[in-house]
């Protein structure tokens, strides 16, 4: 199957409404191993148009916001953040202390809670977007850890964050872990798995669903979560979505929704060797984006590739 581009590769991608998407890419000739910056190219896609902003740093995640004004908002691994206003780019930083990024580990993911917006990393971390000021976009952020306690000899950390409201956060992670935030006050949730937890996401009834390395899944609410035995794959997750009333997971080659607690693959009939793995949905439109193909559909069964 033909790569949505040859140039570069995807990574993850926000969809704010049905025609607008913006989406992380990296050259593909990049030297992972290499210790030069990374730059990410940002894919902007709007009513059929194709724009890009180039940052000069390894980004990991992505939302678009309309307040105060529609901007694009990207956090890089080591805490850079930059923030995309029409063709201006706002650049900061989450904490250039040593008690940010600089010190205790990775940025690993951005999350959008009500009106209130999340970073979270290694070691625990997590940080509150302050409110914009309308001239420069570029908010101030504060952390936000109430009851948490890290250690640099601990491998622990945060790589997804949802929300039932800003009242009722959780964030899982490294080994299992879940943490839950009431009234900003968080605590350890215990979970039957040791397994590390890749995405966190709310269902509109409420329900909270992780996902993790090895197939791991599980739902729940508060202190109570129990494993979704799904038969289905024992690859690692790392996209999930709602759309179509009905759960949505990806790996990095392997396509499924849920039915009755289990999960089935989805084949998009677009051909082979097909790339998957972050899923994002808006206005009944949800996409797959792996690292080398872009996809769609409206109704969860016609799918259609993008090509840049």
């Not at 504060?142 to 009851?147: L, M, P």
């Not at 269902?203 to 599980?218: C, E, M, Q, S, T």
Request: glycine share 8%; hydrophobic share 40%; charged share 20%.
């Amino acid at each position: 199957m033909a790569v949505s581009n040859e140039n570069w590769v995807f990574g993850r991608a926000y969809a704010s409404s049905r025609m607008r998407i913006a989406i992380l890419s990296y050259w593909r000739e990049n030297d992972p191993a290499s210790d030069e910056e990374q730059e990410t190219q940002i894919i902007l896609c709007a009513d059929g148009q194709v724009d890009s902003v180039l940052v000069p740093y390894h980004c990991v995640d992505v939302l678009e916001i309309n307040e105060p004004r529609p901007h694009v908002l990207v956090v890089g691994l080591e805490g850079d953040v930059a923030v995309i206003d029409g063709n201006v780019l706002y650049r900061d930083f989450l904490d250039d202390s040593d008690n940010g990024p600089r010190g205790r580990g990775d940025i690993r993911s951005l999350a959008r809670v009500s009106d209130f917006i999340f970073a979270v990393g290694m070691q625990r971390q997590v940080y509150q977007r302050g409110q914009p000021p309308s001239d420069t976009l570029a908010a101030p952020w504060h952390h936000y850890e109430n009851g948490l306690s890290w250690s640099p000899l601990d491998i622990a950390g945060f790589n997804g964050l949802a929300g039932i409201s800003p009242d009722e956060l959780y964030a899982a992670g490294w080994r299992g872990e879940l943490q839950i935030c009431e009234s900003g006050q968080w605590r350890p949730i215990e979970l039957p798995t040791n397994l590390k937890l890749e995405r966190v996401l709310v269902a509109p009834d409420g329900k909270v669903y992780l996902a993790g390395i090895r197939g791991v899944l599980l739902s729940g609410r508060g202190d109570s979560f129990e494993i979704i035995a799904q038969t289905a794959t024992e690859e690692s997750f790392w996209g999930m979505c709602w759309a179509f009333d009905t759960l949505w997971l990806a790996s990095a080659t392997q396509l499924f929704r849920l039915v009755d607690d289990d999960l089935v693959e989805v084949d998009p009939k677009l051909g082979d060797t097909m790339t998957f793995r972050c899923l994002t949905a808006a206005d009944g439109r949800l996409w797959s984006v792996g690292s080398d193909h872009v996809i769609y559909t409206d109704d969860g069964q016609t799918w259609a590739q993008v090509f840049f």
